[in-house]
């Protein structure tokens, strides 16, 4: 996975498909590359918590609905105790 320079975080849809993400001053994600291809978000259409299972020690997440500037809906989700973001939910 590469290096994103300050201001930015790692992103992560699937183990071989390096993506990176920048971050607005807000905390919300201005654009991504997935797949060598790098999308712009054009829309923010929801932001949700989710908590994960304390017994089993995982952290809560952050999800953002997201819509590209090519037309692409799709769910990131980014967990504060790592920094790390993944894509959970491609829609069609």
Request: charged share 25%; with cysteine.
């Amino acid at each position: 996975m590469s290096a994103v320079g300050a201001g930015g975080a790692a992103i992560e849809a699937a183990p071989r498909e390096p993506n990176n993400a920048l971050l607005s001053k807000y905390g919300l994600p201005r654009h991504f590359t997935w797949r060598g291809k790098k999308h712009h978000i054009k829309q923010i259409g929801g932001h949700w918590y989710r908590r994960g299972r304390w017994w089993q020690d995982e952290p809560e997440r952050h999800f953002f609905r997201i819509m590209t500037t090519d037309g692409i809906t799709l769910d990131l989700c980014h967990d504060p105790g790592t920094g790390k973001w993944s894509i959970a939910l491609v829609h069609d």
